[in-house]
């Protein structure tokens, strides 16, 4: 599952606003669990859990990750990813002039502003590469507007702009389609994975 890469707002207190995505991953017409992610001030937070069979065997995914930012650019990162036992832990950190991650104890410095696949932001969209928040890569990213189109969120048929993004990962090819609604809210996705399409869909 290397390859899997509504907006509710809410009023936490007088001086905190967020914003949380519910979603349902579906890969191959089947529900197989939940992705969400809670955008709070300059916080991330992205919580997924999947179970799923295939090929008479079962399989998992678990992933966890806190992200703060500043002025735009990633600050802190702390991910734990479980891959059906390929088990990843990530950290990093702005140093003076450099992004510092570290994946698995292996340390690397990356420029000093970066992103994340934080795609609640639709600044992403501007962006050349990006960090994988589960492996601590840092990815050659070509990132395109496809085209308006309608789509189907919480049982309703809206107008919203489709992009893709693609990229090379270690395993093979990175492909990922965003569809966000005319205020740019993020409202869904589509990756490929070696097994079928999965499909996020708002709770």
């Not at 410095?109 to 795609?119: G, H, I, K, R």
């Not at 990922?176 to 993020?186: E, T």
Request: charged share 25%; glycine share 6%; proline share 1%.
């Amino acid at each position: 599952m290397k390859k899997i890469i509504g907006a509710v707002a809410l009023v936490i207190s007088n001086s905190t606003y967020a914003e949380e995505w519910n979603f349902d991953a579906v890969l191959n017409d089947k529900v197989i669990g939940q992705h969400t992610f809670i955008y709070e001030n300059e916080k991330t937070i992205s919580n997924a859990n999947f179970k799923f069979e295939y090929l008479f065997m079962d399989f998992i995914y678990q992933h966890k990750s806190t992200e703060t930012w500043q002025e735009g650019c990633l600050k802190t990162i702390s991910s734990k990813t479980d891959d059906d036992g390929d088990l990843y832990e990530v950290s990093g950190h702005i140093g003076t002039d450099r992004f510092l991650v570290t994946t698995n104890n292996k340390t690397s410095e990356l420029p000093s502003c970066v992103m994340t696949f934080a795609y609640g932001n639709p600044k992403i969209l501007e962006q050349k590469k990006l960090m994988n928040s589960q492996s601590g890569e840092y990815l050659d990213v070509d990132i395109q507007f496809i085209r308006e189109e309608n789509h189907i969120v919480k049982g309703e048929d809206i107008l919203t702009d489709l992009w893709r993004i693609e990229a090379n990962i270690d395993d093979g090819d990175l492909l990922i389609h965003l569809w966000y609604d005319k205020n740019m809210n993020w409202v869904s996705l589509k990756s490929q994975t070696p097994i079928g399409d999965m499909l996020y869909k708002l709770k």
